[in-house]
């Protein structure tokens, strides 16, 4: 196998592992440097009916990954709702993604006060439920982002710039990530503990008033 052979090779495969990919951002990436190299190898081999499809495709990726980062951060994309805790369609959304929210859901203690359901347009990407402490804290219970938005930013809407945790009353909210969720949970404005009793001390995040 010559080192041509190698890049074609190489190109198919990024597109083969980019259609096992649940997360939007992900695929979009992987496809379009597979496509991209499959194309620089068809026109290398003179393949040009193949060249022509991968760039078409290359350059659909591209436009869809400008769409993707450009919503990314915006706020307009993303809707919050709140629902009863009990509510028929949150339990369903819990029941499908069960096994993937073991991963992710924090200690909590006690039922959750309340609940709220992330939508983008008509499809639902995450679940938030806060237990009320009391005196205007929340714990959250549970922060869930489906696969698919993952590489997107959802929470940092919630947080910082929906109001819905200020309109239920709260004025700070705390959490006990999993170290499957601690770089999220910074990311998103929770404020790890410092100082001797870290290890056992919840992170916090100070909403904003506006």
């Excluded at 496809?31 to 499959?38: C, F, T």
């Amino acid at each position: 196998m010559n080192w041509l052979e190698v890049i074609g090779w190489t190109g198919s495969v990024l597109v083969v592992v980019s259609l096992m990919q649940a997360r939007v951002l992900r695929f979009r990436v992987l496809n379009l440097a597979g496509a991209a190299i499959a194309t620089a190898y068809n026109v290398a081999i003179d393949v040009w009916p193949f060249a022509a499809m991968n760039g078409a495709i290359a350059v659909i990726d591209v436009y869809w990954l400008l769409r993707l980062l450009r919503e990314r951060h915006d706020e307009a994309a993303y809707e919050v709702v709140e629902v009863r805790p009990d509510d028929a369609y949150l339990a369903r959304v819990l029941e499908v993604h069960a096994a993937d929210i073991a991963r992710f859901a924090p200690a909590g203690a006690g039922p959750a006060s309340d609940a709220f359901l992330v939508v983008r347009g008509d499809e639902t990407v995450g679940v938030v439920q806060v237990h009320d402490e009391g005196a205007g804290v929340g714990r959250v219970q549970l922060d869930y982002v489906t696969p698919r938005f993952r590489d997107f930013t959802p929470g940092e809407f919630v947080y910082r710039r929906s109001g819905v945790f200020r309109a239920r009353g709260y004025t700070r909210l705390v959490v006990d990530p999993v170290p499957a969720n601690r770089e999220y949970f910074r990311r998103v404005g929770f404020l790890p503990p410092t100082g001797p009793d870290a290890a056992t001390t919840p992170w916090t995040h100070p909403l904003p008033t506006t």
